[in-house]
């Protein structure tokens, strides 16, 4: 009875916080599949289109140094609301960009003001779930963020089709509305201040046992948030810092290693299927259901299936849970990853039947739940208590090389042709894994030698009252 209160529980209050996931992911995946009659209709090439994309990847993972440190300083509540207004303001103004530079702004202020959808709806996870149950959340969070952008493609177009391309901004638009509403009126503060003894904050009497009518609960600002010490500074410097320890820059690279594929996927989708296979540009869209379906199938074996085997391990291992656990569930990703690059690019070279290229369009989109979560659970497994910033370093090395790989793939494919460009994209997938292959004893040896410098950034943020 008292586990299945505690899962209602965090179910209740990590809905809200997922519907945000949920809203903003699809107003970041709108336009992928309708960039060409964007490029018709405001004359912008297909390059500058996609290197607008390219550069909404790297405001979404550089903005969180923005975005994150008042999230901790203040509360979460406000760094929802907030962004996804200013979300719902950015789709409303893309319909009215007509130069390159103009949209070049937009998609970066996109980028920006989304930026919490990478990096604070993971730390509302670890707000209100245990260490054993993280995975399964994390693979909630993932489904979401992953699914939305398999679910757009497939009703974007039909959109566009029946009201025009701005209308697929637009019910992005409404779609934000609907979600700030939920979230202003539904739901509440997961910030929770741990004190110790260290803190210099002293603890009003007041906030020690106090119930709270709906009201205080709604607030956007709670009284202790804003009596702490102002600590935005370091909070907006360690992150940077953290990417000189080696168990904090692997989870980064290992999430990015894999999501510029599917980043690689969405941008020669029109290409491969519209131009190889003859797809009618609806048609392309429809070819998302391939990717849609094998999301929801990525979670359960690394959420539910790896909180289960990181317990099992555990057992294992006198009852200790070790973070290098979950880094075994890499192993499925990165042999699907390889596959499925050649069945996609090399396939569509050679001709083969368009299922070949459909299958590994869900496979791709299935490893990146995989990584998603394990990436994001490794690193807050070890760096707890200060995974609130910790997990700004993991996020800006994905978007950062996603951003790289968006800016040049379409040179990339032009020059080189698809069999040559996806096998030269297989080679680097193989270096990418060769990376892993140091093996959950060397990561974890890497981990305890940074013990030391760990607990020096855990001292200094339990004394300003921001530990988790």
Not at 263 to 281: C, E, H, K, R
Not at 422 to 449: H, P, S, Y
Request: hydrophobic letters at 45%; one cysteine or more.
């Amino acid at each position: 009875m008292g586990t299945y209160l505690c899962l209602s529980l965090a179910i209740h209050y990590l809905w809200e916080y997922l519907l945000y996931k949920l809203m903003v992911g699809i107003a970041s995946a709108a336009i992928c599949n309708v960039l060409e009659p964007i490029s018709e209709e405001t004359g912008l090439t297909l390059n500058v289109l996609n290197q607008g994309t390219g550069y909404t990847l790297l405001s979404f993972g550089w903005g969180c140094l923005i975005w994150q440190p008042p999230a901790l300083q203040f509360g979460k509540r406000p760094m929802y609301l907030l962004p996804i207004l200013a979300t719902l303001a950015t789709q409303v103004w893309t319909p009215h960009t007509k130069t390159n530079g103009q949209w070049i702004a937009n998609k970066i202020m996109q980028g920006f003001v989304g930026a919490p959808i990478e990096s604070m709806c993971e730390i509302s996870v670890t707000d209100i779930s245990f260490t054993h149950e993280r995975g399964t959340y994390i693979g909630l969070y993932a489904l979401l963020l992953a699914g939305s952008n398999s679910f757009v493609p497939i009703i974007a177009r039909f959109i566009n089709d029946s009201q025009g391309w701005q209308w697929v901004l637009y019910w992005c638009a409404i779609f934000c509305d609907i979600g700030f509403v939920v979230l202003f009126f539904f739901t509440e503060e997961t910030h929770y201040v741990r004190h110790t003894q260290s803190q210099s904050t002293p603890i009003p009497p007041t906030q020690k046992r106090q119930l709270k009518t709906y009201a205080n609960k709604i607030k956007l600002f709670q009284k202790y948030d804003l009596q702490k010490l102002n600590q935005l500074k370091g909070m907006m410097n360690r992150p940077l810092i953290f990417l000189t320890f080696p168990v904090s820059f692997y989870p980064g690279f290992s999430y990015g290693s894999k999501l510029v594929w599917f980043n690689v996927l969405n941008t020669t989708a029109s290409l491969i299927l519209g131009g190889t296979y003859n797809f009618a540009p609806n048609m392309v869209g429809v070819a998302y259901v391939s990717p849609l379906v094998d999301v929801a199938i990525g979670p359960a074996c690394t959420g539910w299936l790896g909180d289960w085997f990181v317990i099992r391990k555990a057992r294992k291992n006198n009852g200790i849970i070790e973070s290098e656990h979950r880094l075994w569930l890499f192993t499925p990703s990165r042999l699907l990853i390889l596959g499925g690059l050649i069945l996609w690019g090399v396939g569509a070279a050679q001709d083969i039947h368009w299922l070949g290229p459909g299958f590994p369009m869900g496979v791709i989109a299935m490893t990146n739940t995989f990584i998603i979560q394990l990436s994001i659970a490794y690193c807050i497994g070890y760096y707890r208590a200060i995974s609130g910033e910790a997990i700004i370093t993991v996020i800006l090395v994905p978007n950062t090389m996603s951003f790289a790989i968006g800016y040049g793939i379409t040179p990339w494919v032009t020059d080189m042709g698809l069999q040559n460009c996806f096998i030269t994209a297989r080679f680097v997938v193989v270096l990418q894994v060769c990376t892993a292959l140091f093996g959950a004893q060397v990561w974890e040896g890497l981990r305890r030698k940074s013990l030391a410098r760990y607990s020096k950034f855990v001292e200094e943020m339990a004394r300003a009252g921001i530990v988790h």
